[in-house]
């Protein structure tokens, strides 16, 4: 072998070892690539497992909110400053005559606002009785009257009175309609309450056999 071709034969030599080293650092990098891609497989599976688990937490929190308003214990959240009024007096289905003595207790009335004693004869016909209803120490008093004031009138008919909750604008409604209606002898009755809301009902029948006087 001449010198030539020992020459040609290291060339041959070092480009091979030269190719050996570079897939040796192809397949290290490769490997290198492959640890950093399960590392961030890893990663990525933490990571769903944290979100998943945030999102399990906040469902839980959500639900307890959710809980906390909605539950009897959590609702008064919401409805402790709702006002409560109760008619004690009369009973539902109680006989009476013309002019019916009311009573009761109340909660939580908003200064804005004030009750009022309205029947209600067909839907969308309301008559306010003169008011608002006296309220102290946590009672009202009150007077309706039912049907006619000539004895004997509407004996045996069965009246439903509210008690309303209203503004003082509406209440200024109901007395402008009362003094109207006391002026022209017309009860036509009101077709809306102005935004009253009805917080207690009771049912009475008129028998004005047991009262003096109707």
């Not at 004869?121 to 009202?140: C, E, L, T």
């Not at 009175?161 to 209606?181: C, E, Q, R, S």
């Not at 017309?186 to 056999?209: K, N, Y």
Request: aromatic fraction near 8%.
């Amino acid at each position: 072998m001449n010198v030539s071709e020992i020459v040609a034969l290291g060339g041959v030599a070092c480009s091979l070892l030269a190719a050996v080293r570079l897939l040796a650092l192809w397949r290290k990098q490769g490997e290198k690539l492959d640890l950093e891609i399960s590392k961030l497989r890893m990663e990525n599976q933490q990571l769903s497992i944290e979100v998943g688990n945030n999102h399990s937490q906040l469902a839980e929190i959500i639900r307890d909110e959710s809980n906390d308003i909605l539950s009897p214990e959590g609702s008064t959240s919401l409805e402790r400053d709702e006002p409560i009024i109760t008619i004690e007096n009369p009973k539902n289905g109680e006989l009476v005559g013309h002019a019916v003595p009311m009573e009761g207790t109340v909660d939580r009335v908003p200064n804005d606002k004030e009750i009022w004693i309205v029947k209600q004869i067909a839907p969308y016909d309301f008559h306010p009785d003169r008011g608002p209803v006296f309220v102290k120490s946590g009672r009202w008093w009150g007077t309706a009257y039912v049907g006619n004031n000539t004895p004997n009138a509407d004996t045996g008919m069965r009246f439903t009175i509210h008690l309303v909750l209203a503004t003082f604008d509406a209440g200024k409604k109901y007395n402008a309609y009362i003094n109207n209606a006391y002026r022209t002898g017309r009860w036509c009755g009101m077709d809306s309450l102005f935004g009253g809301e009805i917080l207690a009902t009771v049912q009475v029948v008129r028998d004005d056999a047991n009262f003096i006087g109707g």
